[in-house]
Nanobody, 114 residues
Framework: QVQLVESGGGLVQPGGSLRLSCAAS????????MGWYRQAPGKERELVAT???????NYADSVKGRFTISRDNAKNTVYLQMNSLKPEDTAVYYC????????WGQGTQVTVSS
């Protein structure tokens, strides 16, 4: 089994920043992909950003230029630096880690509001 621990969510004003972290532990043999998804109330879960072990990155168009994904392979941790946050970024953010299957974090709430 793989356990994921997310941290870093919270309440922030529009234009502010937050940094999310997701640390993986347990039966980790080989992590390939890591990433973040989000789900706003009444909406489907959507991709935010993904990063491969070699560092290939993919962003949703809505976050390009504002969010930065990174990973520390030695720590089995993925990060999401979120800048210039907008109210429409409000959602529960989930990390995903792929080994031989996908593992999901428990989710962390991000609320952007004045």
């Amino acid at each position: 089994q793989v356990q994921l621990v997310e941290s870093g969510g919270g309440l922030v004003q529009p234009g502010g920043s937050l940094r999310l972290s997701c640390a993986a532990s347990g039966s980790i043999f080989s992590i390939s992909g890591m990433g973040w998804y989000r789900q706003a109330p009444g909406k489907e879960r959507e991709l935010v950003a993904t990063i491969t072990r070699r560092g290939n990155i993919n962003y949703a168009d809505s976050v390009k230029g504002r969010f930065t994904i990174s990973r520390d392979n030695a720590k089995n941790t993925v990060y999401l630096q979120m800048n210039s946050l907008k109210p429409e970024d409000t959602a529960v953010y989930y990390c995903i880690v792929t080994t031989f299957k996908d593992y999901w974090g428990q989710g962390t709430q991000v609320t952007v509001s004045s």
